[in-house]
């Protein structure tokens, strides 16, 4: 099946910092790429919505400004937490839609902690 | 937007039993997948099935998308089966979003 690989697994930052995390899609192109967040014990909630070559769509209470979204080519895009803070410590997985067939395939995800 | 809703939330079974999970959407929707979320947040892929049956081994999962809900399936329950599942709906004109339903938390008893 199609792989979708995303980096870091986890990542542990000071407050203030920035952290950047990677998604691709190894095997297929993807026009469109999706990140969630997910909280313990919760589902995932959708942050926005990347589309090769155009801005991202932000979901409502979601801060672009914060979480820069970058999806450069049809096999990768990247999360930006700027200025991350404790309470942006989270869970973020990204996935990725393949075009021909309209599945989604999700990356491993990244555990962000904020200390 | 759409509400997507699972049930039951949680659930709890023996080994060898079988169950049944229900995903319930509040809109027209393209495309449904049902996932399987691991101790390790991986998620695994179940099905695709925006309508109809389809069946996996253990697993079977059915769709009917004109009463907006979808079920899946597990017969002969095994601890391995023990974690998260999610359905996920595809809902949205255009360039579609995936919408993610409540879960439900599934732990198999040896």
């Known amino acids: 099946g199609a792989v979708v690989s995303q980096h870091p697994s986890r990542v542990i930052c000071k407050s203030g910092t920035s952290v950047k995390i990677e998604c691709r899609s190894l095997?297929?192109?993807?026009?469109?790429m999706f990140w969630y967040r997910q909280f313990p014990k919760q589902s995932l909630m959708l942050m926005a919505t990347s589309n090769e070559g155009s801005k991202a769509t932000y979901e409502q209470g979601v801060e672009k400004d914060k979480f820069l979204i970058n999806h450069a080519s049809l096999t990768l895009s990247t999360l930006t937490v700027t200025s991350a803070h404790p309470e942006d410590s989270s869970f973020y997985i990204c996935s990725a839609r393949q075009t021909a067939l309209g599945k989604l395939f999700f990356g491993s995800g990244t555990q962000l902690s904020v200390l | 937007g759409i509400q997507v809703e699972q049930s039951p939330p949680d659930l709890i079974l023996q080994e060898g039993a079988n169950s049944t999970l229900r995903c319930n959407f509040s809109d027209s929707v393209n495309n449904l997948q049902w996932f399987h979320q691991n101790p390790w947040g991986q998620l695994i892929n179940l099905f695709y099935?925006?309508?109809?049956?389809k069946q996996n081994g253990r697993l079977s999962a059915t769709t009917v998308a004109t009463e907006r809900y979808s079920l899946l399936y597990i017969s002969s329950s095994q601890t391995t089966d023990s974690g998260v599942y999610f359905c996920?709906?595809?809902w949205g004109s255009g360039t579609y979003k995936y919408i993610f339903g409540t879960g439900t938390r599934l732990k198999v008893l040896a």
């Open positions: 095997d297929f192109q993807a026009t469109t």
């Open positions: 996920a709906v595809a």
């Open positions: 099935i925006p309508s109809g049956t």
